[in-house]
């Protein structure tokens, strides 16, 4: 082989990771077919409680930081959205009849609209649903926008 046509370091270890990747991948893929219990993904749904447990209109905030969404009950429905500002991802906090963006003043309505800049967009919504048990699930893998606010996965309705 004369210098044009070796291999310099970057390429074979660039080449050596790809190879190594589609090894992985192929066997990650064959242990989900044969049902190996560790290598199924995970539900991405978290349990918020009881749907009875939210019996007032208002945000709930809890999961704000730790999971990023906010849970709402508003206009006889429960939804979830996100519960970072569009403008620069601050997270939001709860100001009695709307939610603020402490970071650089933000302000959007209960259902996730901007009501005052600098954010632009509104905030994004997430799946929800009821379990058999009862309880509140909110899936932030699936997501909605405004447009789709009507969409039965988009909200519980409050009966």
Known sequence: ?????????RDFVAA?????????????????ALGDPATQPASTAVDVG??????????????????????????????????????KLCVLSNATDHLHCKCHGSDFAYDGTVQDGPADWPLGRFGISVN???????????????????DPKSFVPIS
Do not use: P
């Not at 990771?17 to 242990?31: D, E, T």
């Not at 058999?132 to 009507?150: E, I, K, P, R, Y």
């Open 1 to 9: 082989m004369d210098s044009g046509e070796q291999l310099n370091r």
């Open 16 to 32: 050596s990771a790809v190879a190594g990747l589609c090894v992985l991948g192929a066997a990650g893929s064959l242990s989900q």
């Open 132 to 150: 058999d048990q009862g309880h509140v699930l909110v899936d932030t893998s699936v997501n909605f926008d405004q447009s789709q606010s009507n």
């Open 50 to 87: 009881a749907k009875s447990s939210y019996d007032k209109d208002g945000a709930t905030m809890k999961w704000a930081r730790s999971k990023h969404f906010i849970v709402m009950r508003e206009g006889g429905k429960l939804y979830a959205m996100s519960s970072r500002c569009t403008h």
